[in-house]
DNA sequence: TGTACATCAGTGAACGCGCGTTCACTGATGTAC
DNA sequence: TGTACATCAGTGAACGCGCGTTCACTGATGTAC
């Protein structure tokens, strides 16, 4: 409805910030199509340029994967950075609100998800990629280190580090098997959210942890008996 | 080293048993390069045949795809009953064995498994595929079931459909980020058997059972101290 | 048992298509003086 | 402030390539009689 297309009616000769948008083209063809389903040549026609202009700015359509998903590990780190909040209130409460945020990411930005786990650009190939990676994974690995220094004594553990990878496998598993919407997802009866709640807290229990929504006390452990978080799943 | 090339030299104008042999062919592409990065051309020329032939078989190439997951989930239905093993000998010990050998399928048969759950194919939309996939998934379910009729008397659990969905979710969770050694992998200090091992065993301990190796009685929870599995992996 | 014929399962040539990539080019922008 | 010039960031034409798909065909196989 407007006169003028985008306030800059006219691009002109010059496009201003191809990188930019070429980024985000790919990004909407990814959240389409899958990472598989988006060529070089798509991005530039996706961004009103012509299939040579990308070469200016991505040595190759990996090169621009690798991008995204340098952005995407960027993105993710500051999203769990922000739910972990330093363990407030309490690690374990911060603890689960980490899984959530992993799966609120994985759901609201399919496309970097899937340019950092399922594209299968190598990661460790790439330093840069890899430190954003690990960066990422730190906040998880932090998390879990606050959380076994918080194991009630006399309960055997593993490492923080396997603790850490225990989550995100957990949590990557739900996301990937039934956390987005695209396509081929298989159906629950339960919501992918809550699925990984339980998840959570009974592996929480599993260490020693007290798994109720208010926890009494902070060293108070496993022996509740009410309904607990999962008891709104269907029988 | 033989002057016969294979027992039957010439294969003749007729292959005698395409299907299976653009079966095995697809199956050794994707295994090599990932379940995108084949094509129907790519499979005809591997089986040794024109790239019109495989349409005598095969609709296209989702369809042949198709039959591979079909194919997978089939197997995938027999390693893991026979790893349950009707929950001989006692539940929770078959429980972790599928567990392991939910693993082993995806490292030992990554391309039926890349097949299954990464290729992108539509299962629920396919009756046939849904209940194979299905079926495979009862296995883990049914043994969900057995799993919390036992569950001690004053621990609060999960529905049995959402206990295996959890196990599924982790294994999937390990397998498909440190599973498989197809390029991209991620590299860790402790083997995925372990990492997985471990958390089943925690995700055990939080419904009450006892996890120990040999666990002293069926009530006894949560309160040993020794090394446990994870007692080999690194600090 | 032999023959004629239908059916089956391949061939290979051909096509259109879109992708990746290169290239000489040119319009726009920034800057030295 | 104005001008000349270098550099930058696009264009568009061109290419080779491999894929998917169709088609009339033909060699091989099975079967009715």
Redesign the interface.
């Known amino acids: 409805m407007s006169w003028h297309k985008d306030r800059r009616p006219e691009r002109g000769y010059h496009h201003g910030n191809l990188k930019e948008a070429l980024l985000q083209a790919a990004l909407g063809l990814i959240a389409e199509k899958?990472p598989?389903g988006f060529t070089f040549a798509d991005a530039a026609r996706s961004a009103g340029v012509s299939a040579a202009a990308p070469y200016r700015h991505f040595r190759d359509r990996d090169d621009l994967l690798a991008s995204i998903a340098q952005r995407g590990f960027e993105q993710f780190e500051a999203t769990l950075t922000a739910a972990w909040d330093d363990g407030r209130p309490d690690t374990v409460s911060a603890f689960e609100r980490v899984g959530k945020a992993y799966l609120a990411f994985a759901r609201n930005e399919p496309a970097f998800y899937s340019a950092m786990?399922?594209s299968?650009?190598?990661?460790?190939?790439n330093p840069t990629l890899m430190a954003a990676s690990e960066r990422a994974f730190g906040i998880i690995r932090a998390a879990a280190e606050r959380l076994a220094a918080l194991t009630p004594p006399?309960?055997?553990?593993?490492?923080a580090?396997?603790m850490a990878?225990?989550i995100?496998?957990?949590?990557?598993?739900?996301a990937?098997?039934?956390g987005r919407g695209d396509?081929?997802r298989?159906?629950?009866?339960?919501s992918p959210e809550d699925?990984?709640e339980?998840?959570v807290?009974?592996?929480?229990?599993?260490?020693?942890f007290p798994?109720e929504r208010k926890a009494p006390a902070p060293e108070t452990v496993?022996?509740?008996?009410?309904?607990?978080p999962?008891g709104k799943?269907?029988?």
């Open positions: 899958g598989a786990f399922e299968g650009i190598p990661v460790d190939l006399g309960v055997t553990r593993p490492p580090l396997m990878l225990h995100w496998s957990l949590a990557h598993g739900v990937s098997l039934f396509a081929a298989r159906k629950l009866p339960m699925l990984l339980a998840g807290l009974i592996y929480l229990r599993g260490l020693g798994t496993a022996e509740e008996r009410p309904a607990g999962w799943a269907p029988k």
